[in-house]
């Protein structure tokens, strides 16, 4: 089985797959890109770790020496030779970029560094150009939603992947920032089709439940609390067909199921499946 976490701790809007800590317009990103030292410049900004907090992923990842990563969106190389540093020297870290320019720096700083368990690879925008059943983590920071063909992607890195592997993707939290991309391009609001676990702090109910639903989707959605009438306030606020309280995937045939906005129409199962299969007649009668 695959592994998918979520981690809403950090993210950019760049296409060519990197992190910046500067919020910049559409113009500004171009100008920025065509100009690859600047650029290189701003994701090794020494400022950068206040926000993208490096020592905190790298512990929560647990990484254990000879695993082999795939830093997927590599950029300068800002993750991939803290994660070489873990795995040690009978492990690896594919830098994958599809970026010349960000491959070509990360190769001069390999022979800097002496990083020999670091091997870089210029991929295709919608391949990562990896031997099957050769990776156990792959790692996504700010690069998953620039990617046009996800379920191929996804397909590709299922293979890719040995057993028991995990991909793990960082992401800003699903509100405005001074950093990072624009609302509808932080990955939290996109419907991942897998065993997903996204974990992002909240500050109150209130919050929580106004990220659930910038989610264009809503099939379903899980509440997890002690107070029981906090669950119905909740439950009445979030917009999903189906809401589970302290417990999660569960049916019955006499309950309808079905979608709210992008997840569906109608319903199936219970009386509300009947309606389906019913057909209703109006009668007007004079009684004058």
Known sequence: MIRVFLVALILSPAFLWAQDPVKRDEHQMHGLHNDPKAYIGSLEDPKRDAYQKPHEVLTALNLKSGEVIADIGAGSGYFTFRLSHFVGDKGKVYAVDVSPD?????????????????????????????????????????????????????????????????????????????????????????????????????????????????????????????DIAKAHRAARALKAGTIWVNTYNRYDPSLPFGGYKLSGYGRELGSAALEHYTQVKSVWVDLE
Not at 122 to 128: M, Q, S
Not at 164 to 183: A, Q, W
Not at 188 to 194: D, N, Q, S, T
């Open 102 to 226: 960000m491959i070509l720096h990360i190769n001069r700083r390999i022979r800097a560094l002496k990083a020999t368990n670091v091997v870089s690879i210029l991929a295709d925008p919608d391949d990562p150009l990896l031997p099957d059943r050769s990776v156990n983590r792959f790692f996504f920071s700010d690069s998953w939603h620039h990617i046009e063909n996800q379920t191929k992607y996804l397909a590709l890195m299922k293979k890719m992947l040995k057993p028991g592997g995990e991909i793990v993707m960082i992401d800003f939290h699903k509100k405005e920032s001074p950093i990072g991309p624009p609302l509808q391009m932080r990955i939290a609001r996109e419907e991942i089709f897998g065993p997903v676990l996204a974990t992002l702090e909240f500050s109150d109910p209130e919050e929580a439940i106004a990220q659930a639903n910038l989610s264009p989707y809503g099939l379903a959605a899980g509440v997890w609390t002690r």
